[in-house]
């Protein structure tokens, strides 16, 4: 009674409140209806936006055949090959390979050895399945409910397996990283795309055989990839004598190696293995019997890395290799570069891939020259004018042909004896000297027509501003005994100025078309990547005496132009990589900048000859019997420094010598900088495939008076013979001869 009492009374007070109540319900509802509207607008625009985005991107993944090669060599190979044109190759020939092995590269700490599906047990591929996709022999290569599943995950920003094992094999053939967002979205529908592809070409048996030999299963300590190379190291067996209690303990390692394989974390693995087995039984894979024995099987792990029952037929070869030659250091750290470039990851990723294996790295270098020049590089007679005691002046030499593919390279004078030693041939930015003339001041000069072949000029200073408004004369030219105000003030053709090397017509040259000038073009036109602001005034761009100086690789490369009709290609030592796929991530394409005309550039070669072949020409013991020769030498301040560079109808190539806490380099000791050229590179040279160089159409050839430097007349009595650029031929020469 009481209680309905109560109950009537609360009842009455709530009628008198009612109206207000009424109010306050409808009020909400409204706000409530307009919030449910609201929300509902927005799930659907969101959606929308959500589909469209997601329409475009699997539109734009499915436009896109991306198929994955399975591949059975590179796919598991633990070497990235250094490979080279072979020489001898007969294309007739099926036993004559295009391309040799120079080196290959390893992973010491990772193990990877493959083997066939049919060697692999049964119940090692059902473990597999049973552990990482127990519908895989059902669906087409993605398992819809599971991808889902994974989709959402990677959303809210974590990372989930629910990849099938087709999807795992791309993902462990492409090592694109797993991501969470969008990004990992997109990898994540790229993968979906390409797992359908593969299902399209390959067999289930194809993919499973390619999963088990590349999956990942080290430790953290070693980097064991697949099942053959796993049952070596954990279990130090064949994967032929596997059992299934070690079947699916390797299984269990998969989803996370490290916390789960059975050398250093035995307890979580057998977790999972027991879970692997009990998984087994109910697929039908093994008995009952055989479940109960396994479940009471004690593992037994040896962890022995070196463990192999199967080798890599390279592989003796490879571990015979020895140390990295200067090529390869050089092929190394170019390779690493493009790989960095063009998969956009840093170059300690691209590093460590490189190390992995499976690369292919096709180098431009000639075998038998490194070879020759090595050798001729550690014979102190080619360098010592008569034996002493003193072998501590460093040296370095580099030889390419003439679209930029370095031939060889060799870094000092001794046997090289450390990985990646610095070399003075790609390393040392030393001073080029008097090497800096002809592509500092001469062929701008020539190319914008300054002078010809044989324009007289005067041997006389430019009177350089100083910095209190007054001027100096400058700059004094070497002699035999040193730097001396010693000025001719004669008349000399252009090519004797070069040849003789004096430094008061570069200085003419350098002031008309400005030292800012010449340095741009150094730097735009001819790649030299060493200069500074510093480097942009008069004896920088006149004399070479440079800020830091210029690797010879670049100085030897900008030398190209001479011999190649003015043509500046990329020096480099890769020339195409292929990957783990075998599709070519790197080609070095055959564009080139002209840096000067056709024409500039014979004019230039045929006045560098000069240097050569006059008797007191600077690089006169260079002079090589058969083959044609045009150079350039080049001494630094205090002759700290000696360069010379070579310009043969093949290769262009050069050589340094110098200390390395510069000082003076007693001369009288050694030979002369071009007769170590000729001693290192005289044999190849002579032996080269073309002995001269091509006259092009745009340069003439003509007689010019010896009197004038013009073009000769009938009336001129002593004449010699130039070549000019047919676009600026001189005048002919009156003939009224003063003397
Ligand atoms: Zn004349």
């Known amino acids: 009674m009481e209680k309905v009492k109560r109950k009537a009374s609360s009842k009455k007070r709530s009628r008198k409140k009612k109206n207000t109540a009424l109010t306050v319900a409808v009020r909400t509802l409204k706000v409530f209806g307009t919030l449910a509207l609201s929300l509902f607008l927005i799930i659907i625009i969101t959606g929308s936006i959500f589909v469209t985005v997601l329409t475009i991107y699997v539109l734009n993944f499915a436009e896109t055949d991306d198929v994955i090669t399975i591949d059975k060599v590179t796919a598991t190979s633990n070497i990235s090959r250094f490979l080279y044109e072979n020489p001898d190759y007969d294309p007739e020939d099926p036993d004559s390979s295009q391309f040799l092995l120079y080196y290959g590269l390893t992973n010491n700490a990772r193990r990877s050895v493959w083997v066939d599906l049919s060697e692999i047990p049964t119940y090692v591929q059902d473990a597999y399945m049973a552990a990482e996709d127990e519908r895989f022999m059902e669906h087409d290569g993605v398992d819809f409910k599971r991808t889902f599943a994974s989709i959402v995950y990677t959303l809210l920003g974590r990372t989930q397996g629910g990849s099938t094992i087709t999807m795992q094999t791309i993902k462990n053939l492409t090592h694109?990283?797993?991501?969470?967002?969008?990004?990992?979205?997109?990898?994540?529908?790229?993968?979906?795309?390409?797992?359908?592809?593969?299902?399209k070409k390959?067999?289930?048996?194809?993919?499973?055989?390619?999963?088990?030999?590349?999956?990942?299963?080290?430790?953290?300590?070693?980097?064991?990839?697949?099942?053959?190379?796993?049952?070596?190291?954990?279990?130090?067996?064949?994967?032929?004598q596997i059992d299934i209690a070690e079947a699916a303990s390797l299984a269990a390692i998969t989803k996370y190696p490290v916390d789960l394989n059975p050398r250093t974390n035995l307890e979580n693995n057998r977790d999972r293995q027991q879970w692997i087995l009990g998984k087994m039984l109910e697929l039908g894979a093994i008995t009952d019997a055989e479940y109960e024995y396994a479940m009471n099987e004690e593992l037994v792990i040896t962890g022995d890395p070196d463990f192999q029952s199967r080798e890599d037929p390279d592989a003796e070869e490879i571990a015979n290799q020895g140390m990295t030659s200067w090529y390869m250091d050089e092929a190394i750290d170019e390779a690493?570069?493009?790989?960095?470039?063009?998969r956009g990851i840093s170059t300690e990723d691209a590093k460590t891939e490189l190390y992995s294996g499976g690369y292919n790295v096709y180098i431009s270098i000639d075998v038998d020259m490194q070879e020759k020049v090595e050798k001729e590089m550690q014979d102190n007679s080619n360098f010592q004018s008569y034996p002493f005691n003193e072998?501590?002046?460093?040296?370095?030499?580099?030889?390419?042909?003439?679209?930029?593919?370095?031939?060889?390279?060799?870094?000092?004078?001794?046997?090289?004896?450390?990985?990646?030693?610095?070399?003075?041939?790609?390393?040392?930015?030393?001073?080029p000297g008097s090497c800096i003339k002809p592509i500092a001041s001469y062929a701008p000069a020539v190319e914008q027509d300054l002078l010809t072949y044989s324009t007289l000029s005067n041997d006389k200073p430019i009177d350089l501003p100083k910095g209190d408004g007054t001027t100096e004369k400058w700059p004094v030219n070497y002699s035999d005994t040193g730097l001396?105000?010693?000025?001719?003030?004669?008349?000399?053709?252009?090519?004797?100025?070069?040849?003789?090397?004096?430094?008061?017509?570069?200085?003419?040259?350098?002031?008309?078309?400005?030292?800012?000038?010449?340095?741009?073009?150094?730097?735009?036109?001819?790649?030299?990547?060493?200069?500074?602001?510093?480097?942009?005034?008069?004896?920088?761009?006149?004399?070479?005496?440079?800020?830091?100086?210029?690797?010879?690789?670049?100085?030897?490369?900008?030398y190209m132009i001479f011999g190649n009709g003015g043509k500046k290609y990329d020096v480099t030592f890769v020339n195409r990589i292929t990957n783990t796929q075998g599709d070519v991530i790197y080609e070095k394409n055959d564009g080139y900048k002209q840096a000067i005309s056709e024409s500039t550039a014979f004019v230039m070669n045929k006045m560098m000859q000069k240097v050569v072949t006059e008797s007191i020409g600077t690089g006169r013991y260079a002079k090589l019997r058969n083959t044609q020769l045009a150079a350039k030498?080049?001494?630094?301040?205090?002759?700290?420094?000696?360069?010379?560079?070579?310009?043969?109808?093949?290769?262009?190539?050069?050589?340094?010598?110098?200390?390395?806490?510069?000082?003076?380099?007693?001369?009288t000791q050694y030979q002369n900088i071009g007769a170590i050229w000729k001693n290192i590179f005289g044999d190849i040279a002579e032996t080269e495939q073309h002995h001269e160089f091509t006259m092009p159409s745009t340069v003439a050839e003509m007689n010019y008076c010896t009197k004038s430097g013009l073009i000769a007349s009938e009336r001129c009595t002593s004449t010699e013979v130039g070549y000019y650029k047919r676009t600026n031929i001189p005048e002919t020469c009156s003939g009224s001869h003063f003397s």
């Not at 690493?336 to 063009?342: A, K, P, Q, Y």
Request: proline share 2%.
């Open 176 to 199: 694109e990283d797993s991501r969470s967002g969008i990004e990992g979205v997109e990898r994540k529908i790229k993968e979906i795309f390409r797992a359908i592809n593969v299902e």
């Open 202 to 240: 390959y067999t289930k048996d194809d993919i499973l055989q390619c999963y088990l030999n590349i999956i990942g299963l080290g430790d953290g300590w070693q980097d064991i990839v697949g099942v053959q190379a796993a049952a070596n190291y954990y279990f130090g067996k064949d994967i032929t």
């Open 336 to 342: 690493v570069m493009r790989i960095s470039e063009r």
């Open 391 to 431: 072998d501590e002046l460093q040296s370095g030499f580099i030889c390419m042909d003439y679209q930029g593919n370095v031939k060889a390279v060799v870094g000092k004078r001794t046997k090289k004896d450390t990985w990646d030693e610095f070399n003075n041939a790609t390393d040392a930015e030393r001073s």
């Open 484 to 558: 001396s105000e010693n000025w001719s003030y004669k008349n000399l053709y252009t090519w004797q100025m070069l040849m003789r090397s004096l430094n008061t017509l570069p200085a003419q040259l350098i002031e008309k078309m400005t030292p800012e000038y010449s340095y741009n073009f150094l730097k735009e036109k001819l790649d030299i990547s060493t200069l500074y602001e510093s480097d942009a005034y008069y004896a920088p761009m006149t004399v070479g005496a440079l800020t830091t100086g210029t690797k010879l690789k670049e100085l030897v490369g900008a």
């Open 633 to 667: 030498t080049g001494t630094s301040n205090e002759w700290k420094d000696l360069s010379f560079v070579g310009v043969t109808p093949d290769y262009v190539s050069g050589v340094w010598i110098g200390y390395k806490v510069q000082e003076q380099i007693p001369t």
